[in-house]
């Protein structure tokens, strides 16, 4: 009888040890997998792989579910054994909140169609908050147990009932006494002491750090910081119509999250150029003081990024593509309009009919300014019923063409189907 006991309770243990790693495990592989799918600075490196790391950082992401819910069958006997240890409730109770938050936020990410760009951007907000909030107490608590792995005895998740009961030397082999008194350690202070000291020096040498990284992330900076930092010297400045300034949309809200697979370009009167070529019956090829005398329109529109983040009420001023497009005069053999960036390396298309949708627009300005270089200033493509990847940034040459183009990001694993829920679809 006493030995079928400690049978279970051996199991138990070791049940929780096991649940602990395999947590800890999946926890650093989609720390570092999310790490790298939300810094814009790896996108033009992972190209194609930031798919396939996007796919595993979800699968992976589904799979943390099955220690969370293996805990919650044990979670009952674990906290009878928390009994009176405050602290350890709470941390219990605020690492399953954090999974719990990680994984439903994710999955309403990893089914963004379905659950629209407002929910998708509330759950990216969550999802980046409990980022910032617990990978640090994450990484304080490893490398705080990191000692106590050398000192079994001095933790929380035991394998085995310890069984000393003066606080010396706990050996493995008292370890193995079957049926022994389950006696948790009253000896905290050395390990009171790590955890202050670790705490301390993380605090001095990764606070201030932390400190501006959190405030990056919740206060981006917004258009008007882009607006003053456009390293484009393009002259003159498009002067904006009555609708522009100030924006009828009364100003965007949200902010943009600079993306771009190449080195940020910027462009001067003599760089820059705007192209209509390809099958059209007459080929333009504008400068910028021509370009600006075009005559424009205003529109207000949301930009939704399939990533999950989104930017309302933006005042978009510029030229409507398909006016462009009758401008120019397009042959009956094209199908497709063709999209290049100045990068020089990003492209995308649209159908004839996609392209002929009257919110698709070639923009010049944003809220009455001029669109700044990293936003994709001068020109940049609006295309407010698809994904943003539709949007091409640096946006100087439009070609009309007899076949199918695959943009790069399609290429590279994204839907074709770029359409937000609820599109008028043509
Ligand atoms: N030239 C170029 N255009 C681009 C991209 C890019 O990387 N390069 N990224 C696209 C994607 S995925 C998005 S969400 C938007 C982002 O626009 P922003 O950088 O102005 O926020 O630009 C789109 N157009
Ligand atoms: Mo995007």
Redo the contacts with the bound molecule.
């Keep these: 009888m006493k030995k079928a006991l400690t049978n279970i309770r051996k199991g138990y243990g070791k049940k929780l040890v096991s649940i602990h790693m395999w947590n800890a495990w999946l926890v650093l592989f989609l720390a570092l997998s999310g790490l790298l799918l939300v810094g814009g600075f790896w ?1 033009e490196l992972l190209g194609e792989g930031r798919v396939w790391l996007k796919w595993a950082h979800i699968a992976f992401g589904l799979v943390l579910l099955i220690p969370v819910i293996y805990y919650l069958l044990l979670a009952a006997k674990h906290w009878k054994r928390l009994k009176g240890k405050n602290g350890q409730k709470a941390n219990v109770i605020f690492v399953l909140a954090l999974l719990i938050g990680w994984i439903v936020s994710g999955v309403v990410l990893w089914q963004f169609r379905l659950a629209g760009p407002r929910a998708a951007n509330t759950a990216l907000f969550i999802h980046d908050l409990l980022t910032w909030v617990g990978l640090p107490v994450i990484i304080y608590h490893s490398i705080t147990r990191v000692k106590w792995l050398k000192e079994p005895k001095k933790r929380s998740i035991v394998p085995e009932p310890v069984t000393s009961a003066n606080g010396a030397s706990a050996s493995n082999d008292e370890q193995k006494q079957p049926g022994a008194a389950h006696v948790q350690q009253p000896m905290y202070t050395r390990r009171g002491f790590i955890k202050v000291a670790v705490g301390a020096g993380l605090a001095v040498t990764l606070g201030p750090t932390f400190v501006r990284w959190i405030g990056k992330s919740f206060q981006l900076p917004g258009t008007a910081d882009y607006a003053a930092n456009n390293a484009n010297t393009l002259i003159p400045d498009p002067i904006p119509l009555a609708d522009s300034a100030p924006p009828i949309g009364g100003g965007a809200e949200g902010n ?7 080195d940020i370009p910027a462009f001067d009167n003599s760089s820059w150029s705007f192209t209509i070529d390809g099958l059209v019956d007459k080929k333009f090829t504008w400068n910028w003081e021509e370009f600006v005398k075009l005559q424009r329109e205003v529109q207000v529109s949301d930009f939704h ?3 999950g983040w989104s930017v309302y009420k933006n005042t978009w001023e510029g030229l409507p593509l398909s006016k462009l497009l009758d401008l120019a005069g397009v042959k009956s053999q094209a199908v497709m309009v063709k999209l290049y ?1 100045g ?1 020089g ?2 492209t995308d298309s649209l159908t004839l009919a996609q392209a002929r949708m009257e919110d698709v627009m070639v923009a010049v300005m944003h809220d009455g300014k001029p669109i700044p270089n ?3 200033g001068p020109v ?1 493509l609006v295309t407010p019923q698809m ?3 539709k ?4 946006l100087n040459r439009i070609e009309l063409i007899a076949e199918d183009h695959v943009g ?2 399609e290429q590279r694993g994204y839907d074709k189907d770029a359409w937000l829920p609820g599109a008028n679809r043509v």
Excluded at 257 to 262: G, I, K, L, N, P
Excluded at 391 to 394: D, F, L
């Design positions: 996108r943009f999250r600079v993306y771009t697979v190449t990024c399939v990533t960036s990068d390396v990003y990293q936003l994709g940049r994904y943003a990847y949007s091409v940034k640096w790069y990001w």
